[in-house]
């Protein structure tokens, strides 16, 4: 089964084609949020690079958060958009998961830390199980400092992963057995959600397209921004 593979949750965008055989094509880019202008060009772009139509396509598999609010909304309408066209299922796959896979090689806890910008962070816990990462807490919102002390409460080695743990890296960096990942591991992959949702399909954990939901752990900027300025009157 061949798998289009959408992501848009972070500050870049991206999106890849693949299947059993692996990834055939993918395309990421930094878009300093113009995902709508950016992430239809990428898929025709890798249909073409992978030499495929899109009746050989068997399902969509699509980052639906957390993450920022702007982004996450494209890829879940391009997503649903295409899925409904074309009569596909769908495949719903958490932007922190997408961050801690690649890093599955790996015997420490595995941290994953998005910026979720106003001075906080999307965060997860994981663990490497055999085939993949399994979750040991389950997704929340909080600063760079409560993450540091949950991290402590841990006490053994921990691979923090992610744009978050990258933008602060002075908090993490005093921590004992804390190790910060590379530039590589700061965003999330479409091409490590072509392996996740591959495995998901084989076991037909479908949605439908309609009932596809987005986790945005928290209200847009700009309505927060309203309703502080209604409470200030």
């Keep these: 089964m061949l798998i289009l593979a959408i992501e848009t949750a972070s500050s870049q965008a991206g999106c890849a084609i693949g299947g059993h055989e692996g990834v055939l094509a993918s395309a990421h880019s ?41 982004g996450l909304r494209v890829g879940v309408a391009t997503a649903i958009s295409i899925a409904h066209a074309l009569t596909l299922p ?19 806890l595995i941290v994953s830390a998005m910026d ?11 663990r490497r199980v055999p085939g993949g990462i399994q979750r040991v807490r389950d997704t929340n919102v909080c600063t760079a400092e409560d993450l540091a002390a949950e991290i402590q409460t841990f006490d053994e080695p921990s691979l923090l992963v992610g744009d978050g743990a990258l933008r602060y890296a002075e908090v993490f960096e005093s921590l004992g057995r804390v190790e ?32 596809l939901e987005p986790i945005y752990l928290r209200k847009p900027d700009a309505e927060i921004n309203w309703s502080t300025r209604n409470d200030s009157k």
């Design 116 to 126: 979720a910008r106003r001075g906080e962070l999307f965060t997860a816990l994981f």
């Design 30 to 70: 930094g878009i300093n949020g113009r995902h709508a202008e950016s992430i239809s060009p990428q898929i025709a772009f890798i249909k073409e690079q992978a030499g495929i139509n899109y009746s050989e396509l068997g399902a969509i598999a699509v980052d639906i958060g957390p993450g920022l609010f702007t």
């Design 180 to 211: 910060l990942a590379e530039q590589g591991l700061a965003h999330p992959s479409a091409r490590a959600m072509v392996q996740l949702a591959h495995a998901r399909a084989m076991r037909e954990e479908f949605v439908k397209p309609w009932d």
């Design 90 to 108: 769908v495949i719903g796959i958490s932007s922190l998961d997408l961050l801690a896979f690649p890093a599955r090689w790996t015997s420490r």
